[in-house]
């Protein structure tokens, strides 16, 4: 196994380790802003600002804000954050998107669905870190030698597109070769699962399902009180919504008029973000994402508040090692 080296750029100024993944339609600034004040790296994808013109406005309200509760408490600054970009051929913003990311000088860029050199190239001409979200050994290797920085391993159990891969498999075989920065998703959703990421060779947990929620994320109450009230009995793992494997709620299935248990395949060229699914309903809309872990997720809360119970429950799991 390699030796891990220094975290590069500003992944080495994240007070607590754990980036808060982008979710599609739910993050937005509010919630974003939130999570980097609690300590964690705040995300959200470029397709949520709509119009495009939008990612604009929402990257100046970003940095503004941070900017300004940095000069307030210069001796415990706002985590840095991060814009999710779609790498994929039904996204045709990525250009103009990664163009005001650079203008903005964003942080951390999370790249999905596809790796380009020139994204990556993008964001190092401003000193920016590329982690690129991968399911397999294969593909961890294709990011890296296109010019990525670190990788997202995304195991089994994550919500949204996901893998299949156990996480102690996945992370051992990606520690064999490399030893930039890894962050481990994947049915992570308390303390002392962060802190068991980090013991598999991880340097952060990967965490989406939890902050769905929370008062800040942009979901319905029906959504959120879904995460609350179901468990990973009530995930199911499918295409037939995107063409790409992943984990979605079953009430929203069945609420969408399907049956969580009789769903056709769809082909992965058909992927589209925004285009009408399966009798009309519309993935991550009306089909609910979510991962194996929201079994402890019982209540919605601030993001501030969920990141404070993570840090308590982070230093209990420390303790009952010693």
């Known amino acids: ?150 990788l997202i391993a995304v195991a089994a159990g994550a919500g949204g597109h996901a893998g299949v891969k156990s996480p102690f498999a996945f992370i051992q075989e990606l520690r064999e070769w490399f030893d930039g920065p890894i962050a481990l998703s994947g049915a992570i959703a308390n303390g002392g699962a962060v802190l068991a990421a980090q013991a598999m060779g991880a340097d952060f947990a990967y965490m989406g399902s939890a902050f769905i929620a929370t008062h800040e994320a942009r979901a319905t109450k029906e959504y959120k009180d879904c995460v609350v009230t179901s468990s990973s009995d009530d995930i199911v793992y499918t295409n037939a919504f995107t063409g790409v494997n992943g984990n979605y709620l079953a009430p929203s299935i069945r609420n969408a008029g399907l049956d969580p248990e009789n769903l056709p395949p769809k082909d992965k060229s058909e992927m589209d973000f925004g285009s009408d699914t399966l009798n009309k309903a519309k993935a991550w809309r009306d089909i609910w994402g979510a991962g194996q872990g929201i079994g402890a997720i019982k209540e919605v809360v601030g993001a501030g508040e969920l990141v404070q119970r993570l840090k308590r429950e982070y230093s209990l799991a420390k303790e009952r090692l010693l």
């Open 1 to 150: 196994m390699s030796i891990k080296r220094a975290l590069p750029g500003a992944l080495a100024r994240v007070p607590f380790p754990v980036i808060a993944a982008p979710l599609f339609i739910i993050s937005n600034p509010e919630l974003l802003i939130a999570q980097c004040i609690a300590g964690v790296v705040g995300s959200m994808p470029a397709l949520n600002a709509r119009p495009s013109s939008q990612l604009r406005d929402w990257l100046a309200q970003i940095t503004e804000t941070l900017d300004a509760y940095n000069k307030a408490n210069p001796e415990q600054p706002a985590a840095p954050f991060a814009v999710n970009q779609i790498v994929h051929k039904s996204n045709d913003r990525l250009e103009s998107d990664m163009e005001d990311c650079v203008r903005f000088k964003v942080p951390i860029i999370i790249t999905s669905l596809g790796a380009r050199p020139e994204i990556n190239q993008a964001a190092h001409s401003y000193g920016g870190v590329v982690m690129h979200d991968v399911i397999n050994n294969a593909f961890a290797h294709k990011a890296i030698e296109k010019g990525a920085d670190g």
